[in-house]
C-alpha cells in the first residue's frame, strides 16, 4: 500500500506525470458522467451526478488548457534538438517526425489564441482557431500512427534478423508491444479529435459523451502505461496532450 501511494506521489510531482493523471481524471469523469446522464428519469440522483461529473471534466479539460500555455518552449527546445533527425537510421521515420514537430509546435500558439479569444483577452473569434488547432492535433496524431506503422515494419525486419538472438527477439518484441499501444492510443484521440470538428466531416459531433470519455480514458490510461514502463517517447512538450 505504501508503495503504491509514494509511487502515486512520484507521478503526481512531475508536470508529466500530473497532466496525465489529470488527464485519466477528466476523460474518466466524463466516461461516467455520461453514462449517468443518460438515465430516463430526468429526477434520479444518479442523473444528477452524472451532469456535476461532466462539469468537473469541463474544469479539469480547462486547467489543461491553462496548463500548456507553458509548454511552448519545451516543445521548442523538444524540436530544435531533434532538427531533422539526423539520428534517425529511416528515412521515412525522419521525415514523419519532423511533419509531427512542426504540426505540434504550431498547435500551442493556434489553442492559446482561441482560450484568450474566449477569454476576452483578446477580440477575435475563437471558432476559427480551436478549428485550426484540433485540425493541427489530428494532424499529429495521423502522423504518429503513421510513424508507429514505418517503425513495426522496421522492428519485423530486424526480428528476422535477430530471430536466434533471445535477448535482442526479447526486447524487439517489447518495442513491437510499445508501437501497437501507440497505435491504439492515437487512434482513439484521433477518434475524439473527429468528433470535434464541424458537422458533416465524417463522424464529427456524432459521439456521445459517455463515448468520447471511453476513448480519451483508453488513451490516458495507455499513456501512464508508457510512462511507467517507460516505452513512451513523447516530447516533454507534448506530454501535455491536447484535448
Known amino acids: 500500500m505504501q508503495e503504491s501511494v509514494e509511487s502515486l506521489v512520484r507521478l503526481l510531482e512531475s508536470y508529466r506525470g500530473r497532466d496525465k493523471a489529470i488527464r485519466t481524471v477528466c476523460y474518466g469523469s466524463q466516461l461516467v458522467g455520461g453514462v449517468l446522464s443518460r ?3 430526468p429526477d434520479a440522483s444518479s442523473q444528477q451526478l452524472g451532469k456535476s461529473l461532466l462539469l468537473f471534466s469541463a474544469q479539469l479539460s480547462h486547467c489543461r488548457t491553462m496548463l500548456r500555455l507553458f509548454d511552448d518552449l519545451s516543445m521548442l527546445a523538444y524540436s530544435h534538438s531533434y532538427g531533422l533527425g539526423a539520428g534517425e537510421e529511416d528515412a521515412g521515420v525522419r521525415c514523419i517526425s519532423v511533419l509531427t514537430n512542426v504540426a505540434d509546435q504550431l498547435y500551442y500558439p493556434c489553442e492559446h489564441i482561441a482560450w484568450a479569444a474566449d477569454a ?6 475563437s471558432d476559427k482557431w480551436w478549428l485550426l488547432s484540433t485540425m493541427l492535433w489530428g494532424s499529429s496524431l495521423l502522423l504518429g500512427i503513421l510513424k508507429s ?3 513495426l515494419m522496421l522492428l519485423k525486419r530486424k526480428l528476422k534478423k535477430y530471430e536466434r538472438d533471445r535477448n535482442s527477439h526479447s526486447r524487439l518484441r517489447r518495442q513491437m508491444r510499445g508501437e501497437l499501444l501507440s497505435i491504439l492510443s492515437s487512434a482513439a484521440d484521433l477518434s475524439n479529435a473527429i468528433h470535434w470538428m464541424p458537422p458533416g466531416f465524417l463522424w464529427a459531433g456524432r459521439f456521445p459523451n459517455w463515448l468520447v470519455g471511453l476513448l480519451g480514458t483508453t488513451s490516458s490510461l495507455i499513456g501512464l502505461i508508457q510512462m ?3 516505452d513512451s517517447d513523447e516530447a516533454d512538450g507534448m506530454s501535455s496532450s491536447p484535448q
Open 120 to 125: 476576452e483577452l483578446i477580440k477575435v473569434k
Open 149 to 151: 506503422v514505418r517503425v
Open 228 to 230: 511507467n514502463t517507460g
Open 39 to 41: 438515465k430516463a428519469d
